[in-house]
């Protein structure tokens, strides 16, 4: 850091030249700042500078977990009544707030699914998913459910080509579904899908408006279907339904087609979003929902937003719903790829070692991995590695090289990996130091 500073003496009049201002960058001044949390995580401290920051101050947002019906919208994917049951006991030990368990019309064993989780007393609020007709209706109040989501397409377009639906259909049908609903006893909120694709906002301030006004619905989910509005536009489309509805509770359901959905998210929380729709893993329709394990981390961490999610737990729900939804979870999909922690490259593994000497409990990245239940920080040889890497390994092993060797070793270590595109197992390198050393 420098400050400006008046020469003086022989100095020009009025010159002004730069005078340093030392700091000493230990461990103990970093535990200091509000971006560091000892054996958690270390974030960039741009993230609390007040231009940044002030939106997300004392917020809480509440997920609303979908893996259990969006998610199962993703091609192939099936839950079985029981199947269904260990998901969302999964996600109520965590902590999350509200599950969405299904759409009912879909089949009997959803529906069976659905009574037994009801059955359960789980903390979490459950909740239906249904279209605007009584008969879903009747069906998620047949579950024994108290709590709905019903949703209608919003987009103009699509209603009246796919529907024969003009403005007023649309705006009686949704206001008499969501009154039925209300009428029945159910928490109701409204989802009104393909809304970030309409472009007569007359239509949407009407429709919205009279819903509202007349039928009172607890909520309105505000719903980018195919991930097409970019983030900016989401902040102002909040902003926009905020000024209509100052009265009622915004939500938020997006998919990440145009790899935008979690910055999506950020802009709805800073624009007064109270509830984030998500699934484990990014399940869902096409490319699939925002993530919970992502956001959760995401809002926690990045932006001070609570969400009261057990981040622990987080490992173990996203490796049941893997195995339950039989999709694998890529090696660096963020927060629960199973390879984030595996360090390769000898710039990252000799920083990590140097730190711990140091006596810093954190690794490199963003957060430790017991922060969401990961396993610790593993080095591994590959085609990357370096001499640090490898001088490691030469110790955990017991072994000693010369500095002719270490070089010959890490050079073929490089080699192996490269040619065999994956990493080195044990056995591997002590047969490459037994060569080495040896020779």
């Known amino acids: 850091m420098y400050g400006l500073a008046t020469s003086k003496g022989g100095s020009v009049p009025g010159r002004m030249e730069f005078e340093e201002a030392r700091h000493v960058y230990d461990i103990e001044r970093l535990k200091r700042q509000p971006n560091y949390r000892e054996g958690k995580w270390w974030m960039s401290p741009l993230n609390s500078v007040d231009a940044v920051a002030a939106p997300f101050r ?13 998610g199962e919208q993703t091609v192939g994917v099936a839950y079985s009544a029981d199947e269904r049951v260990a998901i969302a006991e999964a996600l109520d030990e965590i902590g ?20 037994r989780i009801e059955a359960r007393g789980l903390n979490a609020k459950l909740m239906g998913f249904a279209r605007t007709l009584k008969s879903d209706v009747d069906m998620v109040v047949d579950c024994g459910l108290k709590a709905v989501v019903l949703q209608h397409i919003m987009n103009p377009y699509a209603c009246e080509a796919a529907y024969g639906l003009d403005r007023a259909g649309v705006k009686d049908r949704v206001i008499s579904g969501v009154a039925y609903a209300k009428e029945k006893g159910l928490e109701t909120i409204f989802l009104g899908w393909d809304l970030t694709r309409v472009d007569d906002w007359d239509f949407v301030q009407d429709i919205y408006t009279s819903l509202v006004r007349e039928a009172k619905p607890d909520g309105i989910a505000v719903v ?80 001070g937003v609570s969400t009261g999610i057990r981040m622990e737990g987080i490992m173990n729900v996203s490796l049941m719903v893997e195995n339950i939804s039989r999709r694998p979870v890529p090696q660096n999909k963020p927060i629960v790829g199973r390879g984030l922690f595996d360090l390769e490259t000898g710039i990252d593994a000799d920083l990590h070692r140097k730190l711990a000497d140091a006596s810093f409990d954190i690794t490199v990245q963003a957060f430790h991995p017991s922060l969401v239940g990961q396993d610790p920080v593993r080095l591994v040889l590959g085609k990357n590695s370096g001499a640090a890497t490898v001088e490691f390994f030469l110790d955990r092993h017991g072994l000693s090289a010369t500095k002719d060797q270490l070089k010959e070793i890490t050079d073929r270590v490089k080699w192996q990996g490269r040619i065999q595109h994956a990493l080195l197992t044990d056995a591997q390198f002590l047969s490459i130091c037994a060569n080495v050393i040896r020779e």
Do not use: Q, Y
């Open 96 to 115: 999350v707030p509200r599950i969405e368990v299904g759409l009912p019309p879909v089949s009997a064993e959803v529906r069976e699914g659905m009574r």
């Open 58 to 70: 004392g917020r809480s947002v509440v997920l609303h977990d979908v893996t259990l019906r969006d």
């Open 224 to 303: 980018d279907t195919f991930g097409v509005a970019n983030p900016r536009a989401v902040g102002f489309l909040f902003r926009k339904l905020a000024g209509w509805l100052p009265e009622t509770s915004l939500e938020f359901h997006t998919h990440n087609d145009m790899c935008m959905a979690n910055a999506g998210i950020i802009e709805a929380v800073a624009a007064g979003c109270n509830v984030v729709h998500t699934a484990f893993n990014g399940l869902g329709d096409r490319t699939g929902n925002a993530a919970t394990e992502e956001v959760a981390v995401m809002l926690e961490l990045g932006l």
